[in-house]
Structures are given as structure tokens and as C-alpha cells.
């Protein structure tokens, strides 16, 4: 099956600093990737969806200064935490979409296995 | 009203017994329904998509929805310690780049 790759796995770092995460397709092409953020017991919440080689989808309430978010190939989307603070520690997890594995269906999505960021 | 509802235990239950996970929603233009199971720390993965009310079956698991009622099931026979995890449903709509909508997920354990 299609396998989405993410790294780090885990990242501490220091408040004021800035953080990138990598999220990859090993095995198609995804034309779509989304960043999601998921809290401890807390379902996942969308943050912003990327189409490849155009600029990003933002959720309301998503600053998209502080959580830049790349997808120059259809392999490599990269979300980066500006100036993170600790109330940004969480759990990110993208996914990653090709409407050609899709048969037709939009909505398939494969998920990474997610980054642990605290901030301290 | 949430969009979604979804109960989020713990629900603990002994080797074998018959899960029932269930989900409700509001909006009727959903047209995709799915369940994604999480582990600990991990990414989730899709356990079983439908579009279409009714039943559908693979292997241990089983999917109902029912449109009329706004309501999908996700049902566990013969649960195993493995199944212990979290299970999130999710919706959609048809056409187009589409985000998921998720259930707040329901952590489940079964003990030996």
C-alpha cells in the first residue's frame, strides 16, 4: 500500500526556535498533502491543506505566518513552526492523497506515523 | 450542535467480546464514511470506507450507516488485544480535494 514517511518522529527544542517537519511519499505521487494537529485525547484537527507547487489552504483560526507549509514536489511537503512556544507542542501528522490511486474516490488518504514537538 | 459526536470511552471489554463503536453527525451532505484505527503515537490508518447506507464486512470488522438516522457503526467480533487502539470515524464529501472530518475517537482496550 501507498506509505507516507515522516521526520522527525520526535523533536524537543527550545521556545523562540523554529522547527521543520518533513512529510514524504515513498511510493506515488501526492497531489494533495494536509498538516493535521492532534492534542493528547483529542481528535485531529486540520490545519491546512497543500496542493503541489501552489500556495497552501489555512483553516480558520490557523496563523499561516507561524506554520509555513511547502509542497514544492509531489513527493515532499514540509510544515515549519515559526518561533514555536509551548502551546504549540503537539502531535503533527500529515497526510497524503493521489486521486490517480484513488480509483475514483477523493477521498482516500494516507497518514503518516506523526511528530512529537515540545517546546519547551 | 457538533458536526460530529462521537463517545470517547475508555471502553474496556475481555478477549472476544463484540465491539460496537458508533458515531453521529449533522450535516446530510456527507457522502463518504469511514473508520481509521490509532494507535499510541502513531499516524492512523483507514479500517473501512463506505458511501452507500447499509452493511459492509471485512473479515472481523463490520461498517453500518445509516443516512436516514445519521448514524455509522463500526462492530469488532471476536476483539483481540491488538484491537486495543484508538478508532476515529471520519466523513467527507464527494468531488474535489476534500478534507476529512474526524469523531473525536473512542479509545478502546480489551483485556485477555
Known amino acids: 500500500g501507498a506509505v507516507v514517511s515522516q521526520h522527525p518522529s520526535r523533536v524537543i527544542c527550545k521556545s523562540g526556535t523554529s522547527v521543520k517537519i518533513e512529510c514524504r511519499s515513498l511510493d506515488f505521487q501526492a497531489t494533495t498533502m494536509f498538516w493535521y494537529r492532534q492534542f493528547p485525547k483529542q481528535s485531529l484537527m486540520l490545519m491546512a491543506t497543500s496542493n503541489e507547487g501552489s500556495k497552501a489552504t489555512y483553516e480558520q483560526g490557523v496563523e499561516k505566518d507561524k506554520f509555513l507549509i511547502n509542497h514544492a514536489s509531489l513527493t515532499l511537503s514540509t510544515l515549519t513552526v515559526t518561533s514555536a512556544h509551548p502551546e504549540d507542542s503537539s502531535f503533527y501528522i500529515c497526510?497524503?492523497?493521489?486521486?490517480?490511486?484513488?480509483?475514483?474516490?477523493?477521498?482516500?488518504?494516507?497518514f503518516g506515523p506523526g511528530t512529537r514537538l515540545t517546546v519547551l | 450542535q457538533k458536526e460530529v459526536e462521537q463517545d470517547p470511552g475508555p471502553l474496556s471489554v475481555p478477549e472476544g467480546a463484540i465491539v460496537s463503536l458508533n458515531c453521529t453527525y449533522s450535516n446530510s451532505a456527507f457522502q463518504y464514511f469511514m473508520w481509521y484505527r490509532q494507535y499510541s503515537r502513531k499516524g492512523p490508518e483507514l479500517l473501512m470506507y463506505?458511501?452507500?447506507?447499509g452493511n459492509k464486512e471485512d473479515g472481523r470488522f463490520t461498517a453500518q450507516v445509516d443516512k436516514s438516522s445519521k448514524y455509522i457503526s463500526l462492530f469488532i467480533r471476536d476483539s483481540q488485544p491488538s484491537d486495543s487502539a484508538t478508532y476515529l470515524c471520519?466523513?467527507?464529501?464527494?468531488?474535489?480535494?476534500?478534507?476529512?472530518?474526524f469523531g473525536a475517537g473512542t479509545r478502546l482496550a480489551v483485556h485477555p
Open positions: 463506505t458511501y452507500s447506507s
Open positions: 497526510s497524503a492523497r493521489d486521486l490517480r490511486l484513488a480509483g475514483g474516490r477523493t477521498d482516500t488518504q494516507y
Open positions: 471520519a466523513f467527507t464529501f464527494s468531488g474535489g480535494y476534500n478534507k476529512l472530518i
